[in-house]
């Protein structure tokens, strides 16, 4: 079977049949990078299924509106994020944000009585949401969530604190409201640099006499002591040579 960038293809997901579209064609898979067993394509779409899933489209926008309506009718604390038909239309799934539990027991009956199908409502993360929402980072491009992370890493304020980073929430909080995905990708890397680096605070013997370190530089494996002087020297951190500990 041949398929191309553009080319709509019939495959099998976790709910059933469905469409999707070739964004990228066929190139070598690498073993440390492609899972060793990927799902197939059955084969390429008719176009009465391209229709077919236009009008889904069109059905989600329309379901969507009605959904909002609903919402506002019934005064319910929750944020609708996306509408899903699947593409045998035999379910439609409402995800929805909110920050806590939702009686919306009144609402799916009038979601049901309007699509005459089976309903799903189904409440998600704020991570989620950014994820199925997509957008713009801090750093200008599009969120991680939204292009190629597959699944969601805990990330805490330390791997920002190892990093020396600002711990204002604005600059390393993401679209989400939560703390940025990328603050894991580097934090190894950064904890095996600090390795035989004296500690922020950490009072040590210097040439110049008895100090106090202020600043770090992991990459140039360099640190700023501010000494009992008042004077403040650079000093460079050999990796060959373990550094002895010394009492504060």
Excluded: W
């Excluded at 960038?5 to 999707?20: A, M």
């Excluded at 319910?76 to 929805?96: A, G, T």
């Excluded at 939204?146 to 920002?160: D, E, Q, R």
Aim: overall charge positive; glycine content about 8%; charged content about 30%.
């Amino acid at each position: 079977m041949e398929v191309k960038k553009g080319d709509f293809v019939i495959v099998h997901t976790e709910q059933g049949v469905g469409l999707g579209e070739v964004v990228e064609g066929p190139f070598p898979g690498n073993e440390k990078v492609h899972p060793k067993e990927l799902k197939k394509i059955q084969r390429l779409a008719t176009a009465d299924e391209i229709h077919t899933y236009s009008e889904n489209l069109r059905s989600e926008e329309e379901a969507g509106k009605y959904c909002l309506e609903r919402i506002q009718v019934h005064q319910l604390p929750m944020n609708l994020v996306d509408v899903e038909y699947l593409f045998d239309r035999s379910k439609i799934i409402f995800y929805f944000t909110a920050d806590g539990r939702v009686d919306f027991r009144e609402l799916v009956k009038d979601l049901v009585r309007r699509f005459r199908t089976r309903v799903e409502l189904r409440q998600i993360g704020v991570r989620n949401q950014a994820k199925m929402v997509g957008g713009l980072g801090i750093c200008g491009r599009p969120l991680c969530c939204a292009t190629f992370l597959k699944n969601f890493h805990p990330v805490s304020i330390k791997m920002a604190k190892e990093q020396n980073l600002s711990l204002n929430p604005s600059k390393i909080s993401g679209a989400c409201g939560r703390l940025m995905c990328c603050l894991q990708y580097e934090y190894d890397t950064y904890c095996a640099l600090k390795k035989g680096m004296p500690k922020m605070g950490k009072k040590i013997e210097t040439p110049e006499g008895r100090g106090k370190v202020i600043r770090q530089n992991l990459i140039d494996r360099r640190v700023t002591v501010l000494l009992e002087s008042g004077q403040e020297i650079e000093l460079e951190i050999d990796a060959s040579e373990p550094r002895k500990k010394k009492d504060k």
